[in-house]
């Protein structure tokens, strides 16, 4: 982000990949894009020949060439402290600022009912904790940085999918859980919102569940299937498709890698 408010229409929306298709293939994860409104500069060159700027730091008044408006704390003619900029297209950002760049806690609110982020900035940047709510209902709550989301967070859909877990630019990135609210659940890792590296998927039915290893989001590599009934057999699959059942001598002990890496199942 660069410093004070712009009025470019940002759109915030999910656009999404699909999980696996041979477990789950009416589910899907989101590519987060949070990317909001661009701040653009403001010089004293930009305000109306006719704007008011009171000479106290406190309760200044700018009116830019474009429409957009200020009102809050100022320093050296930009906003520095407290403030509320308001774009002529809709978005606005309330909060604190820093010699023209949103500066500490403050929240954005996009045109149109599109979604609003509350959080902290660092120098016109989303960077610490924050909350996001998208158009569509979904929110976002977790770390940040450099504008996104990045570590740990939690996603919540409107259909009340939850996932909590680690993050990279946007994307579930390394460890963690997917919840569906039929009972199913996904532990384990990701790599660009796909399952890939070794996880647990509970089908949400009886005892049926996988227990090993992940490629893009599909069942790749050594693996233990157990149905509704307990009964449970190791097997090699490719790209979702089982290749062949394992013998004793071939097979992996799945319990200890459960409990090596932190897992709880119970076998």
Known sequence: MGACCGSKKTKLNFSKSPCSPVLEPSQYSPSINIKGNKLMNHSSSSLDSNASEKTRIN????????????????????????????????????????????????????????????????????????????????????????????????????????????????????????????GMYYEGQYENDLKHGFGIFYYGKGRKMYVGFWKKGKLHGKGLMRNEKGEDFQGVWNEGKLLMKCDEKDSLDFEQICQENGFRVFF
């Open 59 to 182: 309760n200044s008044v700018f009116q830019f060439k474009n429409g957009d408006h200020y009102s809050g704390d100022s320093l050296d003619n930009q906003p520095h402290g407290e403030g509320r900029y308001i774009a002529s297209k809709g978005f606005s950002y309330s909060g604190y600022w820093k010699r023209g760049n949103p500066h500490g806690i403050g929240q954005e609110v996009y045109a149109n009912k599109q979604g609003k982020f509350q959080g902290e900035y660092e120098d016109g940047v989303k960077n610490g904790y924050g909350k996001i709510t998208f158009e569509d209902g979904s929110i976002y709550e977790g770390q940040l940085v450099n504008d996104n989301v990045e570590g740990y967070g939690i996603l919540f859909w409107p259909d009340e999918k939850v996932y909590r877990g680690l993050w990279k630019k946007n994307k579930m990135a390394g460890r963690g859980r997917m919840e569906w609210p039929n």
